[in-house]
Structures are given as structure tokens and as C-alpha cells.
């Protein structure tokens, strides 16, 4: 349970920055080059490459040396973690909706 | 699009933190009391209540006075935008996916 929160925290830390967050999106698309990558950030090198660490100690990509290129792909795996945590959360509180309001469909019913 | 990052990265950012992502499963069950809320962590008061100003400074949450009580409640129309977002990702690496597979097949049909 500890872990799994931490794990989770990790996850939602590495898509807590805007930089990260578009990234994250970009490869969507499928893997691509650092050098692609960062091209649309107005940002250092040295910086964009702490971003892609956070993102790569997160899970949430990994990368790979192809020649002179490193390529950074998607962990589609890591992704699906936060979607199941955000899907079994709104399963939840719908769960306790429906309830309440077959409470109030009964208590509020006119007596016959 | 700017502003749609920062807000999801500031979602992102409220559950970073496991006491805060306790908190947020802890609220799918219904609004509570701080003091119910803040029990099962083992931590000072102020520290506790700084976690629930992130939580409703990003939007998770909102809370009342209720006497001299403050209740907590989740904003559930804001997790289900981390909930779209992913579903979304997923939908787009799937649709990539489902695009290289039938290219494989394609190109790996044995001639007739």
C-alpha cells in the first residue's frame, strides 16, 4: 500500500510539470529523438535532459541508444497505472452517488 | 493549451504526495471533517492543513465551515479531467499501435 502510493506519487510527480506533461504527449505519437523532442521547448539542454530523467526514473519512458541518437519511447504500462487509479476512483464516489440518491428517491417519496 | 498544461500539471502536482493521494481516496467515501481526515496520518496539524491547501488551491477539493467544523469534499469534475487525460493518451498510443500492426501485416503477408 505504501509503496503502491509512492509509486503513484511518482508517477503523478513526473506529470506535475507543464514541460513533462508535453512530452509525455509527444510521444503519443511514438518514440522520437531527444534532439525532436526538445525542439519545441524554449529551454536549455541541460535542463530539457532533467526533465526526460524525471520522466525516465517515474517509469514513464525509457530510452535507448540508437548510434549518436538517444530515443525516448513511451512505457504505455506506467501510463494505464494513473488511468486505473483516476477510473477505480470515479467508480467509487459514482457508487456512493447512485446510493444517495436512491436514498433520497425513498425518503423523499409521497406517502400513498 | 498553455493554461490547460499548467492546470493539469497543478492536478498532477496535488496528488504528487502520498498523504495527499490518502487524502483524495479517502474523500471517494464522502465529505469529511478535517480532524477524521488528518487521523490516520502521523503528522503535526499544520503540516496536514498545508496539504489541504494544495489539494484546494489545484481544485481537488473544496471545504466549508460547518459550525466549528471545517467539512471536506472532492471536486469530482476535476479528477475527471486527469481522468480524460489519460484516457485520451490512451486512446492516441492505441490508435498508433493499432496503425504499426496493420502495417505489419501488411508487409509481412506471404506472397501469393
Known sequence: MAYHSTSLAALFHALSDPTRLAVTEALCDG????????????M???????????????????SEKQGRTRIVALRTERLAEG???FAERRRLWSDRFDALEAHL???QETPK
Chains 1, 2 share one sequence.
Do not use: C, I
Not at 31 to 42: E, I
Not at 44 to 62: I, R
Open 44 to 62: 536549455a539542454l541541460p535542463s530539457f535532459l532533467k526533465h526526460l530523467k524525471v520522466l525516465e526514473a517515474a517509469g514513464v519512458t525509457t
Open 31 to 42: 518514440p522520437q529523438p531527444v534532439s525532436r523532442l526538445a525542439a519545441p521547448h524554449d
Open 105 to 107: 428517491d425513498r425518503t
Open 83 to 85: 488511468q486505473d487509479w
